[in-house]
């Protein structure tokens, strides 16, 4: 929460109307991304229902895909020996792997900007014109589908790792012939549903091209997106990367001694540095963001460690399993000690959840143990199998073993169906914004009140007719007072709101409180509003 239950929302927001071409969120204009990650969502839902799986399963998809064009482009460029491992390094990467498994769009989109820099590569090695002109439209295709997905970026991105590649290569008269046709099959896909929303909705691109790229791009201060100092994204990498931040070292070298000189190598260092560099310039940016670089990363990793291969010994790799296997069961030993000896402010786990401790731990010790055996392993094919294998032991536990408290904090889904039993459909609901996309994915309502700021839903509260959907914590107070409302009225806020505003609120006739969520329901007035 937020993200996934709005991700969620959205898309189940467009199956109740009907209405596939304006993505809306509570009912309310939601002009933040095109639509295409929610059109997949909802045909996931189609299939499969209204639950967990279904809405995460594009993301899950879409990594898996990822993993098998990395594996498509290693194979087809002579690198057979290096193409599994550079999707084991994929899918093992502690950034891939987590954000591959929940509801954002990142994975969507990255598969895209894979897609369409996979295809470009293929069109630079084709030696046919009629080849070469397919897997330009292929390119082009897929940079429309990355721009339906997430905007811009979907240029952005390719066009900066690829010019200054085309520029190294020598090939600088490509730059002004291949783009053309990319860009004529990247309009067509856009401009049907463009056109449309266009139609529907006049302001839609002024507000998705000034708000959402120029202003998260350039603005800083108070007007800011996410913003984050330059080097931000840098620790996202390094930590994204585990556990092959170890191998780094081992890779680099395995690289230098294949030479600078190779086509792939010189691609996919222009795809990773460049783009990392535009992410980084952004003044408003998020870890996520870098999901697209992983790919070139791992074919890189995979290449500088297959090239390892060769030297007699592989001494380069052993440093790297020794010291994931020393971090690993250092982990497992603070997660211990912090478990028992009560070194943190609250414990981890619950006094049922020791089981859990347990499996993490004994996850966590078997990806040492394996480290260990990869360090010591004879062949060296074998190091590298081990090592790839270690972590998955925690990665296949890991959904089962999270602390109840750490889940409940964040997924208010299980409290709120608690409390439907109590809320009849004609209840007047209010909450906050970071709290109505869960309540309306749960309840399946699309006109819960916003309580205080709007955040993400202010642009569509701004319009006419939604400015009767926010409310101020007076207003809401003089509206339970007012003895002649005839509908109950349900608060579902967190606990630090509840802090913050009951004393303003008259006492509620039902209250509940669990997880840092409260309910409450007023079937009268009793108080008199006071105002804050």
Request: aromatic share 12%; proline share 5%; charged share 15%.
């Amino acid at each position: 929460m937020p993200d996934e239950t709005r991700y969620a929302e959205i898309p189940r927001e467009m199956l109740a109307t009907g209405d596939w071409i304006v993505p809306r969120l509570n009912g309310l204009r939601y002009f933040e991304k095109p639509v295409l990650g929610y059109w997949l969502t909802a045909l996931s839902i189609i299939c499969f229902g209204e639950n967990r799986f279904a809405v995460r399963l594009p993301s899950a998809l879409a990594t898996g895909l990822s993993a098998m064009l990395l594996v498509w482009v290693l194979w087809r460029s002579g690198y057979t020996s290096s193409a599994l491992l550079g999707a084991a390094i994929l899918l093992t990467s502690l950034q891939v792997y987590v954000l591959g498994v929940i509801n954002l769009l990142d994975g969507v989109f990255a598969l895209f900007v894979t897609s369409s820099l996979v295809c470009f590569h293929f069109a630079y090695q084709a030696r046919g014109d009629r080849a070469r002109l397919g897997w330009l439209a292929a390119t082009g295709a897929a940079c429309g589908l990355g721009f339906l997905t997430k905007g811009f970026l979907a240029f952005a991105i390719p066009a900066i790792a690829l010019c200054p590649f085309l520029l190294w290569q020598k090939r600088w008269k490509d730059l002004f012939t291949l783009p053309w046709l990319p860009i004529l099959v990247a309009l067509a896909i856009i401009l049907p549903w463009g056109i449309m929303i266009y139609l529907r909705e006049p302001d839609y691109w002024r507000y998705f091209i000034l708000v959402e790229h120029f202003r998260r791009f350039a603005s800083t201060g108070v007007n800011s997106f996410h913003h984050q100092p330059f080097w931000i994204l840098v620790p996202y990498l390094i930590g994204g990367a585990i556990p092959w931040t170890f191998s780094a070292f081992a890779a680099i070298r395995g690289l230098r001694e294949a030479g600078w000189g190779d086509p792939l190598i010189r691609y996919a260092l222009c795809w990773l540095l460049l783009p990392f560099l535009l992410l980084s310039v952004s003044k408003g940016k998020l870890g996520t963001y870098i999901l697209p670089c992983f790919v070139p990363l791992s074919l890189l990793l995979a290449l500088g460690l297959t090239q390892s291969l060769k030297e007699s010994e592989f001494r380069p790799f052993r440093g790297p399993a020794w010291t994931c296997a020393a971090v690993v069961g250092l982990a497992a030993g603070v997660i211990t000690g912090i478990h028992f000896l009560n070194l943190a402010s609250g414990t981890i786990f619950a006094a049922d959840e020791t089981w859990k401790w347990a499996v993490g731990c004994a996850a966590m010790v078997a990806w040492s143990a394996i480290c260990i055996a990869s360090a010591r392993a004879k062949r060296k094919a074998t190091r590298l199998g081990l090592f790839a294998l270690a972590p998955l032991a925690l990665m296949l536990s890991a959904h089962f073993i999270v602390p109840k408290k750490a889940v409940e904090s964040s997924t208010p889904e299980a409290f709120i169906e608690r409390c439907a039993g109590v809320i009849d459909p004609e209840d007047r609901i209010y909450s906050t914004n970071y709290l109505a996309p869960a309540v309306c994915w749960v309840l399946k309502r699309s006109d819960i009140g916003i309580l205080q700021r709007g955040g993400e839903l202010q642009y569509g509260l701004n319009y006419l007719d939604a400015k009767r959907r926010q409310i101020q914590i007076p207003e809401l107070a003089k509206e339970i007072n007012d003895h002649t409302q005839t509908r109950s009225i349900v608060l579902m806020i967190t606990d630090n709101d509840y802090s913050r505003y009951r004393k303003y609120l008259p006492e509620a006739t039902r209250i509940e409180g669990e997880d840092g969520f409260v309910f409450l329901k007023y079937m009268g007035t009793l108080n008199t509003p006071r105002t804050p």
